[in-house]
Structure formats: structure tokens, C-alpha cells
């Protein structure tokens, strides 16, 4: 096989670009927590990372991308014998590419149960998830597996990464139940601040940037220019509506523009834009951002109705959004730019609809399962939770 220089090199890029996400992330959960706690999340986004890495490298990419059947890879453990099926492209850049995709699954949990959960029990977790439950979904996406052949449509992660992540930090914040003083007897809910909102701030442009990567880098090549051009701009659009969206909403709802919600707005707007970013038009990008930013603030409120307690806003930005940007390619998906057919909007029925339909919940039902097992063989081994006193002092002093 030829190597191809230039998609090399962009492929590289894009996988860095991803990777300085993590930065972005732990920008976002540390200001968005208070500070006696922000040691211990800036020490889980680093360490998620490099297990993740580790059991993509030894368990992850065999049974994302090895050959096998409908469900699961079955060859390439430890990359052995495995190869790249992106012509051109060299085995080590696809795998790292997939990798810091990998690594950004587990990091979506870490703010959502933030403040409370135990270090070696976060760790666990990043591991399993990382080895085991998401390369699963992986291969029935992008790996060969049943809903590719389908026609199921996630460009970059809408479903595969975003929304397996929100699933997952709805069962881990669940399970571990709110922070001390979150909620009132009565389920009425306080407002625990974080201590720096210029941190978050730096975050999300951290985030937005390195989403160029995420996207325009799921072309895996320059094969076709235009093509990373238009990602790169329905991206753009589509973050961009979701913050405007997201600030009026608030303004409307709460009689001011909240800095919060509009900053997860555009994080919204991203994830939304992330499964129909190469099959969508600019029109199409800003409606699926301005909706994105609607939902986060209803899908923050009903959080709080149901008292689960999510310090950053993980669940409605990663589920909930993740979810809809799935969902908007059978609506707003054009076959001309590369969708297997034609969205409802766009005089296509509901055919593709009902198959995004389909994938949302198969990969939404089996992660929560999977990670429900988890979670409760964690508790039973190691416990998932700190002590209150240890909640209270602040987990960096534990």
C-alpha cells in the first residue's frame, strides 16, 4: 500500500487537535467545581487518558476494527496483525485517531460525577469503557458491523462517542446520587457554584477548536477537500447557533443572559453537529445548533426535577444533544453531500429517520447496561463512592 503524505499529516493533525481537547475538558470541570475538588478532576483527566490509551492499544481497536462478525472484532489484540482500512493511511495514525476518540469517552463521565466518586473506582471505569464497552458500539457504527450495514449514519460521534458518553455519566451519576446539600428535602435544588468561570470560559474555545479535529478530521483524508471544508463550516454554524441559542433561552427563562448556558450552548451545538457535520448544508447546521441550545437548558432543568446531579452539564450536552445530531441526519441529510439517502425535510420519508432511530436506542440500551454492570461491580469491589467526611474536606485532601 502507498502511503499518502498529506493525509498522513492531516489525519496526525486532526488526532492532536482532539487529544488538546482533554485540556479543554479539564478547563470546564475544574472552573465549573469548587476548588477544594479541582486537583482531583484535573488528576482523572489526565489518568483516564492514558488507560484509556492503554486498553484501546490492548483490548479496544481488536474489537472496533478487527474482523469478526455483526457485533465484536475478534482479531488485531495489541494491534498485532491488524491493519488500516483507510487507504493510504498508515495503522498508527488510524489507531491514534482512534484512540484520542477513545480517550474522550471516558473523559465525558468525569464531570458528571464530579466531587464524590472514589479515584481507583474513576480509574476502573475509564479502562472498561475505554477496552471494552465503547469499541463495541464502535464496530456496529464504523467497524463493519450491523447498523453500518444498515445504513446508519454518525460521521464523527454524534452517537458512538458523545452520546455513549452521556448514557454513561446518566448511570454513574445515578448510582452515586447527589452531592451533599445539591437538593433539598422537598427536591427543590441549590445552585453549587464553581470557583472560575475564565477557566470554563478557556475550556470551551479549547473545545471548539479542537473540534475542527474531531469533525473535518473524520474525513480521514484529503481526498476530497470540499468535503473538509463544508465540515469545518456546518461545524462552525452549528456551534455558533447553539451559544445564541442557549443565551436568549436563558435570558427569556431567567430575565439575564447566563454566561454557563450559553458556553454549554455552543458545546451543544457541537455535539448536535457532530453525526450529519458532512451531510448537512449551512441552513440545515444552524437549525440543528439553535435546537441543540434549546435542549441543554431544559434537559439541565430536568435534571434537577429528577435530582440527579451533574455538575457540568455532561448529560443534556453530550446525551441529550448527542442524541438529536443523530436523529437531525434522517431529517436534514442530503444524499447529494453523502448521506445514504435523503432526510425527511428534504422529501426522503422516513426511512432513514426510523434507522437512526433504531441505532440511538440499540447503542443507548446496550451501553447503559453495560455500564450499569460496571458500575455495580465497582461498588461491590472497590465502592464508588468517598466518605461524607472526605466529600466535605474536598477530594484533593484525601
Known sequence: MELDGLSTLWVLLAAFLVFFMQAGFGMVEAGLIRTKNAGNVLMKNLLDFCF?????????????????????????WFLAGATSPVDGLPLEAFWLFQAVFAGTVATIVSGAVAERTKFVAYLTYSFLISAFVYPVVGHWVWGGGWLSRLGFHDFAGSTVVHAVGGITALVAAWMLGPRFGRFNKDGTANAIGGHSM?????????????????????????????????????????????????????????????????????????????????????????????????????????????????????????????????????????????????????????????IQSLGVVSCLAFTAVAMWVVFKAIQAVIGLRVSHETELRGLDWD
Open 52 to 76: 484509556a490509551s492503554l486498553g484501546y492499544f490492548v483490548f479496544g481497536y481488536a474489537i472496533m476494527y478487527g474482523t469478526g462478525g455483526l457485533l465484536v472484532g475478534t482479531s488485531g
Open 198 to 354: 475564565p477557566l470554563v470560559t478557556m475550556g470551551v474555545f479549547i473545545l471548539w477548536f479542537g473540534w475542527y479535529g474531531f469533525n473535518a478530521g473524520s474525513t480521514l483524508g484529503m481526498g476530497e477537500p470540499a468535503t473538509v471544508a463544508r465540515v469545518a463550516m456546518t461545524t462552525t454554524l452549528a456551534a455558533s447557533a447553539g451559544g445564541i441559542a442557549a443565551m436568549i433561552t436563558s435570558w427569556v427563562k431567567y430575565k439575564k443572559p447566563d454566561l454557563t448556558l450559553a458556553l454549554n450552548g455552543s458545546l451543544a451545538g457541537l455535539v448536535g453537529i457532530t453525526a450529519p457535520c458532512a451531510v448537512v448544508g449551512a441552513g440545515s447546521a444552524i437549525y440543528i445548533g439553535l435546537v441543540a441550545g434549546i435542549l441543554v437548558i431544559f434537559g439541565i432543568e430536568w435534571l434537577d426535577r429528577i435530582r440527579i446531579d451533574d455538575p457540568v452539564g455532561a448529560i443534556p450536552v453530550h446525551g441529550l444533544c448527542g442524541v438529536w445530531g443523530t436523529l437531525a441526519v434522517g431529517l436534514f441529510g442530503r444524499q447529494a453531500l453523502g448521506a445514504p439517502a435523503d432526510g425527511l425535510f428534504f422529501g426522503g420519508g422516513f426511512g432513514q429517520l426510523g
